[in-house]
């Protein structure tokens, strides 16, 4: 089965917390149907992208990481590539490379979905194109609470952070650790 495929499957198989999560999934379903290399960088204007909240094991505490470029507090994710052979793998694969955390427990089962513009990946193409969307596919893994993260070449911080605490907390963010956190909880 190849990355494309599978978020297929993944996508069409997720039940969605909410309707606008089911909005969303209905978006990127048809996103997929109607490209070919979705998932890849050079999908424009475009493409899925794949990310983890990473919680403590009680969910009281998440890890996040200051985006160098975006220069805010974000979970750990980013670009799908060539062997991610599906979009949970490439979401671990992403959250090990910026964490340094190798004893990630990763939930196959997408938390929640967020379409975002990113104004540093890239400008338009032709007159007219809108800036580069990013169809994040969001997912959740546990670690120890004593793990150690480091800063990665993409970040300017890598920190825990209480659940109800947290940096700049967008509604997006704090809906994100509520589903992770219910769904750990459960």
Known sequence: MTLHA??????????????????????YLAHLRAHPDACQRACRPDHLTA?????????????????????????????????DATLAAAALREATEESGLVDLELDPVPVQLSE???????????PGDRQVHHLDVRFLAVVRADADAVVSEESLDVRWWPSDALPDPQPDM?????????????
């Open 6 to 27: 599978d978020a297929v499957a993944r996508l069409d198989a997720w039940t969605a917390p909410t309707p606008e999560q089911a909005r969303l999934r209905d978006r």
């Open 116 to 126: 975002h513009a990113v104004p540093f990946c890239g400008a338009p193409t032709a």
């Open 51 to 83: 990310s983890t909240l990473v919680l403590s094991p009680a969910g009281g505490h998440v890890l996040l990481t200051l985006h160098a470029k975006a220069q805010q507090w974000f979970q750990l994710g980013g670009h799908c590539e060539e062997g």
């Open 174 to 186: 704090v809906e994100l650790v509520d589903l992770a956190r219910a769904r750990l909880l459960a």
